[in-house]
């Protein structure tokens, strides 16, 4: 016997940590039900587990007459009528088919939101962590109980719950109807949205190659070195064009460009001016000086 304080583990992990659609269907669980983490799942596989392993042992046993595995047979079948989880004439072969969504639809949490008690999988939980949530008038603040049949129509409120009152504004309105979606068809609406995702990136990458590709040149060319070609083109230096006859280069002008391939002559492109030299600033015209006197003559005539 263990320290209570510290009890053994009652359920069994994956045997493969690292399996792709198992984790993603363990995703789409934990999303549909609301779970907190993967241990609550992997409590419910390790409880179906050990429900078909004990049914698979039972059948060995009754085919080899045994009085025992008829009682025991007996037990398992209205427990898990009582459960819920069988209904009807069951027999150890609809034990051997129960799925996990079977287990966690009996969980207190789930009827709390399929009875309309909680807008959402994650309220439904809150409701019942925080003792809002009565069976019998009984407060049961474990989320993962499973209900039995005979208690489904006592779930309800607890009487001292601040949520008893219909004004409560957390309360679902009158009008709401609960969807519980299978894992399968959520799993095909996730993989449609992907595909489509998919297909919209590769429409957005084609129009953005159609774009950079030049006009004239096949979409099968590389975008890139088109673009080298041409920076690599308008790089090269223009050719010189050779002055007519009887005439002289300016003086400082750039040679003119040739006239292009296969064009008509005379019509090469002109070459550009060279800029004009600013105007030097008029200078400021010298003070005229005043005119010098001369000496006046003496009357009389000289001396």
Do not use: C
């Not at 009582?82 to 027999?91: K, Q, S």
């Not at 969807?179 to 959520?186: A, C, M, P």
């Amino acid at each position: 016997m263990g320290d209570p304080k510290f009890p053994r583990q009652r359920y069994s992990t994956p045997s493969h940590p690292w399996d792709g659609p198992r984790i993603l269907e363990e995703h789409q669980m934990l999303r549909k039900y609301g779970l907190k983490n993967k241990r609550e799942l992997w409590k419910s596989e390790t409880m179906l587990s050990d429900l078909r392993g004990q049914a698979r042992v039972l059948q060995a046993r009754l085919r080899s007459e045994d009085e025992q595995a008829v009682i025991e047979r007996d037990a398992l079948l209205g427990r898990l009528k009582r459960l819920g989880l069988l209904h009807g004439d069951a027999t150890l072969n609809d034990v051997l088919i129960l799925d996990l969504e079977a287990v966690l639809a009996r969980r207190l949490q789930t009827l709390i939101y399929l009875k309309g008690l909680a807008r959402t999988m994650k309220q439904a939980r809150q409701f019942i962590t925080h003792g809002h949530v009565a069976i019998n008038g009984r407060k049961v603040n474990v989320p993962g109980y499973l209900v039995p049949e005979s208690e489904v129509g006592a779930i309800a409120y607890y009487a001292g719950s601040v949520v008893n009152n219909e004004l409560h504004p957390e309360r679902p309105t009158k009008d709401f109807v609960p969807t519980l979606v299978s894992v399968k068809e959520e799993m095909k609406a996730a993989a449609s949205r992907e595909r489509e995702t998919k297909r919209m990136r590769e429409d957005r990458g084609r129009f953005v190659t159609k774009k950079l590709v030049p006009a004239g040149v096949s979409e099968d060319v590389d975008v890139a070195a088109v673009a080298i070609a041409g920076e690599e083109a308008a790089a090269e230096p223009l050719p010189e064009l050779p002055a007519e006859e009887g005439e002289e280069p300016e003086k400082g002008a750039p040679p003119a460009a040739a006239a292009p391939a296969g064009g008509k002559p005379g019509a090469a492109q002109a070459a550009p001016k060279a800029p004009a030299p600013k105007a030097a600033a008029p200078k400021e015209a010298p003070k005229e000086q005043p005119a010098r006197k001369e000496p006046k003559k003496p009357k009389g005539g000289e001396a």
